[in-house]
């Protein structure tokens, strides 16, 4: 190559104005041209290799999040807190309390009768039940006499079975305590004595008398005692007084 060099300036310089240095001028103009458009493609190379590198160092500026949106507080359910004329509404509302009755109907035929003579005061006297809300619950939401009052019927009849077939006494917790309910229940000398079955209940009407309230139920059981079967039906006008945030049975009685 340096030899070649060394012939081409040679002849450049000793006949310029030739053919063969003319030739040689053009051969070398063309080279440079060349090189100089591999160069261009060359550097263009490495500058798109650097832009896109540059690219991926750049972070990508992402869309701002969407801010938590607070959960909004629990507003109290709206009810129709008059007292419910079908009792059959109650008893589903309440059914979560019954594990051992059969039977859980409404009788709207059990109910007071005007002019009769109850051996009570206090039932005779009583009044329909219109004040119905008795208190809000932890959620603000309204907690209304005849609701509770079905209720705790249902768990108690539902609860009286495993108490008196011998398992929890906790139906106990359920009468006011030192009440007539609270001594009979807890006093009552047959329990694990005897297997009862309950087949029915029937709730009725619901009053207001003096500091609680009368609810009219008929009972219908059947009992196993050595040996021995039976059933027994029970007309009861039972009396609860709120406790505290609870409903209480203080006493029933028959008619």
Do not use: C
Request: net charge negative; aromatic share 10%; glycine share 8%.
């Amino acid at each position: 190559l340096l030899a070649l060099e060394i012939i081409t300036l040679g002849i450049k310089f000793m006949a310029p104005e030739s053919a063969a240095a003319e030739a040689i001028t053009k051969f070398q103009v063309g080279m440079v041209d060349t090189l100089g458009d591999f160069r261009n493609q060359i550097v263009g190379l490495f500058d798109r290799d650097d832009k896109k590198a540059e690219e991926e160092k750049t972070p990508v500026e992402e869309e701002p999040e969407e801010p938590e949106q607070t959960q909004e507080e629990e507003k109290p359910v709206v009810i129709d807190t008059t007292p419910a004329k079908d009792k059959a509404v109650l008893i589903e509302e309440a059914k979560a309390s019954n594990n051992n009755i059969s039977s859980v109907t409404a009788n709207p035929d059990l109910a007071y009768v005007s002019g009769k003579d109850y051996g009570s005061s206090a039932i005779n006297n009583s009044v329909p039940l219109t004040e119905n809300v008795w208190r809000e619950d932890a959620k603000g939401n309204s907690v209304l006499y005849d609701q509770e009052i079905v209720r705790t019927l249902i768990a108690f009849d539902s609860g009286w079975i495993d108490y008196v077939n011998g398992g929890s006494d906790s139906v106990i917790d359920l009468t006011k305590e030192g009440s007539r309910a609270y001594r009979s229940a807890s006093s009552y000398s047959k329990v694990g004595k005897i297997n009862e079955t309950f087949d029915a209940l029937e709730i009725g009407e619901i009053r207001k008398g003096g500091d609680g309230y009368y609810a009219w139920v008929f009972e219908k059981i059947t009992k196993t005692e050595a040996g021995r079967t039976s059933s027994a039906s029970y007309h009861w006008i039972y009396y609860l007084e709120p406790i505290g945030n609870e409903m209480k049975i203080v006493d029933y009685i028959k008619y």
